[in-house]
């Protein structure tokens, strides 16, 4: 298994412009979801997915837009970046049966936006 | 909603002396919980979790964690900090709300000294 694989591990981008982040499983897992972190704020919760063709709003959804059309793929779109968008991004894949849960998480993709 | 409070943002413990870093969580359903490391420019690893069975839980490097559900919290210790101890730990809070969502703390930054 190749576990959960984000693209592109680095991107610089100028204001305005738009781009996607991809993020795959190959484990079959209903959840998935995508976070930003920035230096003293933890991991926050971006958007989520708790299957295919459900999508729902974290924490800090503004500005960012996603989809989930099959279960292996969850992207994420930046319409029109922005400096205050410049951040790691993580994206993670989680298992659940019989109250247990674990997480999966990709490498993360570096974005700075000028 | 669930929510994680990591009571420290940095902790300084000089080697081979005992680590403590806390966390209180608040959940609506029974919870999963988790700590994470992340090394300098590294993706998350997970260290320990807890998923409703023993709420003393052992985790790699050493690391433990206590689940109190009285006091709502779930602490990390590790009885001699290393000097490859040095990192960001995060407190991660997971439980039906939302399918799921996973919340991150803000982070404890631990420093080791020589």
């Known amino acids: 298994n190749a576990g959960v694989t984000q693209t592109p591990k680095f991107q610089v981008l100028k204001t305005g412009q738009s781009m996607t982040l991809q993020c795959a499983q190959d484990?079959?897992?209903?959840?998935m979801s995508w976070y930003r972190q920035d230096p003293g704020m933890g991991l926050r919760l971006i958007h989520y997915?708790?299957?295919?063709?459900?999508?729902d709003q974290g924490e800090v959804p503004n500005g960012y837009n996603v989809s989930r059309s099959t279960t292996e793929d969850f992207p994420l779109r930046l319409l029109s970046a922005a400096p205050s968008q410049t951040s790691v991004y993580f994206c993670?894949?989680?298992?659940?049966?019989?109250?247990?849960?674990?997480?999966?998480f990709g490498p993360g993709t570096r974005l700075t936006v000028l | 909603a669930q929510s994680v409070t990591q009571l420290d943002s940095h902790v300084s413990v000089s080697e081979g002396t005992p680590v403590l870093l806390r966390c209180n969580y608040s959940?609506?359903?029974?919870?999963?919980l988790f700590w994470y490391v992340q090394h300098p420019n590294k993706g998350l690893q997970l260290l320990l979790k807890?998923?409703?069975?023993?709420?003393l839980v052992k985790g790699i490097n050493g690391f433990e964690a206590e689940f109190k559900k009285s006091e709502t919290s779930f602490h990390l210790t590790k009885p001699s900090a290393h000097m490859s101890d040095a990192a960001e730990y995060f407190c991660?809070?997971?439980?039906?709300?939302?399918?799921?969502?996973?919340?991150f703390g803000a982070g404890t930054r631990l420093f080791v000294k020589a």
């Open positions: 993670a894949s989680t298992f659940r049966a019989s109250g247990v849960v674990e997480q999966f």
């Open positions: 484990m079959n897992h209903e959840y």
């Open positions: 997915s708790v299957g295919a063709g459900i999508t």
């Open positions: 959940s609506s359903y029974s919870p999963s």
């Open positions: 807890y998923t409703s069975a023993a709420t």
């Open positions: 991660v809070v997971s439980d039906r709300t939302g399918g799921f969502k996973t919340i």
